[in-house]
């Protein structure tokens, strides 16, 4: 169902087809006009619609839910409730571990997050449903609530062992230490705030569900509905064209799904629900609310000494999320001493989730705004403090970096930014009313590996089809993919067209953690050569092909066009050879896995995480890395902030498309300041109840926010990382920003907000 | 089905006598009233639709006054040439309202009555108490998030405030509104919460605005509103100033000034004190600065909005000294 017009995408210049060459996305002209349907676009014959009831409580019981006006209202087919809707089984977690509870129910009779989903009303129309949810009154039993982690009665949490990473005495080497600082950083609640809502489409057909809904991994969420309703894996079919944004927050069936799905069933009809913008703030959990505190002992040279860290997260009353907060604080820099330990905190919260770089983001938000305040407190230029404590090797797991191009990066954005020429006083730079500040920040995010399958079928006419139930969510799959099967195959890309979004196709563990594109380029490339050799086999041992009589070892195909490398014989377009083959197609399905992997196995990895390759896995450990330099304009009579410049010097190793690497980074980056000066989810605290979950309250920066923004790639391939020699993109640049901005805010100001975000009011 | 009757008017008459019966709302743009019956503030029982009411979106301007139609579009009078050399205020405060979009949608008469931005006023179904949607049922704001609520002109009722941006600019140079039978000044027609947070207007049921009316000045002439927000576009002011200036002969000594403020109270503000103050002084920083103090004369904070009363002065302040600069 894709409708990319690939002569558009190509025609920008030429040898764009090849892997590293700057093709605009295939996809877009699609977006632009229209043409591309997203999942809940599908009109299907007898669609009927749900809407969620939500709890207005944040803790307690439901204690009566009165249906008997929403059942009567006009259009209305049924309302769901605890007691109505159709049992489920429980599912296993995303690591597959079985679930602890033998039934689901994903409406709830004890609340413990405002906003959970206690009913739902399913009509012939939206608007019927709309107003019949209205209709629905729901008695509580309301116990008092713990809303976030200032709460009296959050306490000090669970501790998390394994996130706990020591070397050396920490403790210790820090009461020595010459020079010390010791300080608390704090994020707020913030939220993906994808554009597309969470939402979806639910068929049955007999024991066959069909689902279109937004997904960053079919294959995980496909399992996850056949173990609710306990059919067979294959009896589920996710279909994900496009995705409208998801940030980590469409990687999970969640309740609404399961909603969706049951009500499906127990009407025999297709459902569509689409949660409402105050629902996506309450349906998923965005990242969550943590808190730091980093003290960094140094020597009066600013050679750090010892680290010690500690950090909470917040999480649910009925699920666990793990931030992991001493990610980029263990390996930035080189410490003889270290120590790092975190708890979380279960307040009355939807579970939160993974949004853009989760631990690696705010972990830099600590680690990088301690740093600069030692800077400040030694004397030093902060990127001068950041070169002195360079890691040279990975200072936790001891290895060497696979490649690490951030001392490059450091002196690329330096020059580019021209840091040289800064004031280093607080408080020194001006224009009018706006104090000027320039502050660096560096960010890294760790190379996440995982196998993939991809099918190429080389058809009649010469074109190429990609299969994958990999997924493109404006990152640019469709279009590397295109690039990968072209170059491999040597056709024009605009011969290729790349089929996603359909878990009946070749199979894709989940698009997150920055890893699809070095997988599933692997996948592409693997099945594209193997369709090659059997094209190639065939042409030099096929009695019909005009190149068996050539006795030749080998062909070559370029430009669509196969020869012998040397140019005797024939020369061929694919088409006119695989009609002389009598061909109609050839097939052939590649991945990555090794070749003695059991179908369980398989089925594990396209399914869980669990068989993800850790980034120190052998010899090596591997990270994207980066260098954020960044002005910000402070009104000093205001306290607004504006970022005026950002200069960022990236290494996410070689860039398979740098057109589209660029636009993930600048995204990255466009969120980042976002998440420095604006977002936060506000809690009244006497409800638990976030009160600006729509997009005029929760701020996102708009185009006026942005200033120019430029990126420089200072990458190189790395063999260790992935077939083709990339690294991670999508995530690595929002690390690092928001400490840049905090760092910049101080140079400006002299004032060191360590509470994100930066609004005006912590300024004046 | 939230079912409600639609009614197209083709002329204020129409308009007016639809507007008279029970649960009738008027819909211009429909930012406002779409918006709220979205989230289940606004339930009319009709529509009244006065969008393709001939006549109403005239823009006429001569130096002694403008009269603007009620439906004429935001953006329109935004870009017109001569709202922006006569009224330049006027026009600012309209480019830095909302976005692009939604004031290509947006009307003038309806932009005077959008409702506030109070988190609790919007979301019935979650904060049944407010008192200005359903009187005598409290005021969950009070104690609760209110970063956005105003320092001034608020009541035990209620401390919402008024988000919109030109009205600031209309209270500040004397505009009136016409609703047919009677013209008011903006600064009458827009009321304080006081007991009655649900009446927010001086318009009675069947009246409808046609026009605004600016008289000219060269106060009006030589003016600016300045919108300070953490979001630098499409966001409702943190704390914004109207200003109109004119100075004696000399250059520097104050003869008229129009001071009003938006974003920090429940009412578009307009700041007397702070121009008794300032007339026949010498415009130099620090007068400025100390008499903008006087903006803040009996506010009140609620905690998270404490801000506003250090900001507020010095939003007022600001666009003074830049207009001062513009001799
Ligand atoms: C996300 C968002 C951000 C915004 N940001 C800003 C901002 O920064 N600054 C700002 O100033 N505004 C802002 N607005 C408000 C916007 O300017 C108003 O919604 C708009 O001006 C309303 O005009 P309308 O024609 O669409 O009114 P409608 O929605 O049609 O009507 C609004 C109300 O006015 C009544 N009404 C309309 N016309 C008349 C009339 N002629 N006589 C009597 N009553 C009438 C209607 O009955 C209704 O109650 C924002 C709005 C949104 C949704
Ligand atoms: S401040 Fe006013 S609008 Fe807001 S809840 Fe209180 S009474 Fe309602």
Known sequence: MTVHDMKHAASDSARLEAVGGRLSRVDGPAKITGAAHYAVEQQLEGLTHAVLVGATIAAGKVTAIDTRAAETAPGVLAVLTPDTITELKGASDWFGNPPGVQTYCPLVREVTFSGQHVAAVVA???????????????????????????????????????????????????????????????????????????????????????????????????????????????????????????????????????????????????????????????????????????????????????????????????????????????????????????????????????????????????????????????????????????????????????????????????????????????????????????????????????????????????????????????????????????????????????????????????????????????????????????????????????????????????????????????????????????????????????ANTTPEERYKNYTTIAMSIPHTEGDWSRHSWCAHFVEVRVDEDFGTVRVSRVVSALDSGRLYNPKLAESQWKGGIIMGIGQALLEEGIVDRRHGRIVNGNFADYMLPTNADIPDIQTISVGIPDPHSSALGGKGVGELAIVGIAPAIANAVFHATGKRVRDLPITLEKLI | MRDFAYLRADSVEAARNAAALPGAMLLAGGTTLVDLAKCGVAEPATVIDISHIEGLSAINVTSDRAVIGALAKMSHVADNAEVKSLFPAVSEALWQAASAQLRNMATIGGNLMQRTRCPYFRDPQNFPACNKRAPGSGCSAIGGVTRGHAVLGTSEACIATYPGDLAVALVAFDAEVDLGERKLRVEDFFLAPGATAEQEHDIRPGEVITAIEIPGSAAARRSTYIKVRDRQSYEFAAASAAIGLELE??????????????????????????????????????????ASELAMEGAVDHGANHYKIALGPRVVARAILKLGETA
């Not at chain 1, 680690?367 to 950041?386: C, F, K, N, Q």
């Open chain 2, 249 to 290: 002969g000399d250059g520097r000594t104050i003869r008229d000034i129009r001071v009003a403020l938006g974003g920090v109270a429940t009412k578009p503000w307009r700041a007397r004190a702070v121009e008794d103050a300032l007339k026949g002084k010498a415009l130099d920083e620090n007068t400025v600065r100390k």
């Open chain 1, 124 to 594: 012939e129309t939206f608007e019927q449903a709309v107003a019949a949810a209205a209709l629905v009154k729901v008695w509580y039993d309301e116990t008092p609530a713990i809303v976030d982690l200032s709460d009296g009665k959050a306490g000090d949490g669970i501790p998390i062992d394994a996130m706990t990473k020591e070397w050396g005495d920490a403790q210790a080497a820090f009461a020595e230490a010459p020079a010390r600082i010791c300080t608390a950083y704090n994020t707020p609640r913030e939220f993906q705030a994808a554009m597309e809502p969470h939402g979806l489409i639910a068929r049955w057909q007999g024991d066959e569900l069909t689902i279109w809904e937004p997904s960053q991994w079919l294959d995980g969420m496909a399992r996850t509905y056949a173990e609710w309703f306990s059919v067979p894996f294959e009896n589920v079919r996710l279909v994900s064209p496009y995705i409208g944004g998801g940030f980590g927050s469409k990687a999970l069936a969640l309740a609404h799904s399961a909603v969706a799905a049951a009500a499906a069933k127990m009407l025999d009809r297709p459902v569509k629900l689409v949660l409402n913008r105050p629902q996506n703030f309450t349906s998923y959990g965005g990242r969550a609310a943590t808190r730091q505190t980093v003290a960094i002992g140094a020597d009066r040279e600013g050679r750090i000494q010892s680290i010690v860290h500690r950090g909470v997260n917040e999480t649910a009353v009925d699920g666990m999320w793990v931030e992991p907060l001493g990610s980029v604080t263990s390996i930035m820099y080189a410490t003889p001493n270290f120590s790092s330990k975190q708890n979380v905190v279960r307040v009355n919260t939807v579970v939160p989730g993974a949004k853009r770089a989760p631990g690696e983001n705010p972990s830099a938000f600590g680690i990088e705004s301690a740093i600069d305040e030692l800077a400040y407190e030694l004397g030093l230029d902060p990127l001068e403090m950041r070169l002195i404590n360079y890691a040279e090797q990975d200072p936790h797991a001891k290895k060497p970096w696979s490649t690490r191009q951030l001392r490059e990066a450091f002196a690329a954005g330096a020059d580019a930014f021209g840091w040289a020429k800064r004031s280093p006083q607080p408080r020194s730079m001006r224009d009018g009313h706006q104090l000027i500040g320039w502050g660096v920040a560096a960010g890294t995010y760790p190379v996440r590996r995982a196998h993939g399958e991809a099918v190429v079928k080389i058809l009649a006419d010469g074109s190429v089809e990609v299969e994958s139930s990999s997924i493109d969510m404006g990152q640019g799959t469709y279009t590397i993919l295109a690039q990968t099967a072209a170059e491999t195959l040597g056709v024009p890309v605009e011969q290729v067209s790349v089929k996603l979004g359909d878990s009946h196709f070749a199979r894709a563990g989940v698009t997150g953690g920055s890893r699809l594109a070095g997988v599933m380029t692997g996948a592409v490339y693997k099945a594209a050569g193997q369709a090659l050799d059997e094209l190639i086999g065939l042409a030099l041992s096929d009695p019909r092909s005009p190149f068996q009589k050539l006795q030749a070892n080998t062909l070559q195909v370029r430009d669509g066009r196969i020869a012998s490398p040397r140019g005797e014989g024939p020369e061929l377009s694919i088409a006119e050879l695989m009609s002389a083959l009598g061909r109609d197609h050839i097939e052939a399905k590649g991945d990555t896995l090794p």
